[in-house]
């Protein structure tokens, strides 16, 4: 069994992409379907990173000593380092790590000087799950962008006993700057609505009323979110302290 398998997605000629290094214990799937080759998957650990993320050796020698620091986690929310240009031409580098749940935005990232703590999910440009967690997980929801599948999955996890977990030394680079990602963009925002409904039902009125445009979209598919709610939360082992631990 490898240690790591890692899955990009993004570029418009994916399945073109080369990796960047090989290793024997490492494997790359470069695809925007992630069920498709799941099955083919058997490492320990599975990291899904967009195109515009950095994978490395000094990423993946991190991620493995943090699991080793960290064995009661299944998933990790990578910090990620980006370039922000500043005063003109002046470039610093900027950081993003993985999302808080919040009652009225749904979501919303954390602080960027964040310490260790447990996340809702980790961000769409890289999010890194454990073997045991996938199995119990299931599969991905192809019906939504690959963004919000990532954000769908993490908190399903969630009612699948597993614990998402940041580390603000656990870093990979990105090129260009973050995904807008967040309830404040109307293209992202009935996908977050969706996986958060699904996950956490009643819960999540305080945010679709402060967001009524989505109510609409949710009525129209309940019941096909009535059915993958049901399978979603069916023997939950999400405690409600552990739910306030995300927040």
Known sequence: MRQFD???WGSPDITETKPSFTDPALGWFFTDNFNERLNESD???IVFAS????IDREFLNSLAENISAFPMVDAFAPRLRYASIEDGDKKSAK????????????IEPIEEDALLRYVASPR????VFSR???????????????????????LRMHHAGGKCFFVPYLV????????????ENKECLPHIAYALSKSFGIKTTRF????????????KNRKGLREKRDKAILLSKLAPETLQELY
């Open 172 to 183: 990979a680079g990105l090129q260009g700057i973050p995904m807008d990602f967040s309830s």
């Open 95 to 106: 950081f993003v790590g993985g999302f808080k749940l919040h009652k009225s935005k749904g």
């Open 208 to 219: 679709a009323l402060n967001h009524p445009s989505v109510i609409a979209h949710l009525w």
């Open 124 to 127: 769409p440009e890289i999010a």
């Open 51 to 54: 195109s515009a993320a950095t």
């Open 132 to 154: 045991r967690i996938v199995q119990r997980t299931g599969a991905f929801d192809a019906s939504l962008p690959i963004p919000a599948q990532i954000l769908d999955y993490a």
């Open 43 to 45: 490492a320990e650990w």
């Open 6 to 8: 890692v899955f990009v």
